[in-house]
């Protein structure tokens, strides 16, 4: 069986999405994952800040990491996320994973997105279904 950066290298290797947001890795554990970005200008919405999409696609993409990370390919069911605070352009945010509950079929994590400034900007929560699949 994989280790979880081996898992989450191997997934981010075809992930164009979360390289087109300039997502870096900072750590990984089982059920765990840390993720870094800045914000770019090409990422906000018409009031000059980030997009509602942008830190959900961060949350949506820690999300996946660690809940693969236990070595069986796991696929989200359902999310939800509550936005904070603003995030402006050059803001760099750094999403944490928490696993909450694991069983045989399901994991809920909890990720808490915060701004360079250590202030919550979001709270994402996500269920994943996990399959028999291992990561090999």
Partial sequence: ???PLEIVNKMIHNDAFSKWLGIEILEVKKGY????????KEMTNG????HGGICYSLADSALAFASNSNGKKALSIETSISHTKKVNINDTLVAETHEINLNNKTGIYS?????QEQEK???FKGTVYISNKEWI
């Fill in 1 to 3: 069986m994989l280790k």
């Fill in 33 to 40: 994952c840390k993720l870094q970005m800045k914000i770019s």
């Fill in 111 to 115: 990720i808490n997105i915060l701004n």
């Fill in 121 to 123: 900007v979001a709270f």
């Fill in 47 to 50: 009031f000059e800040l980030a």
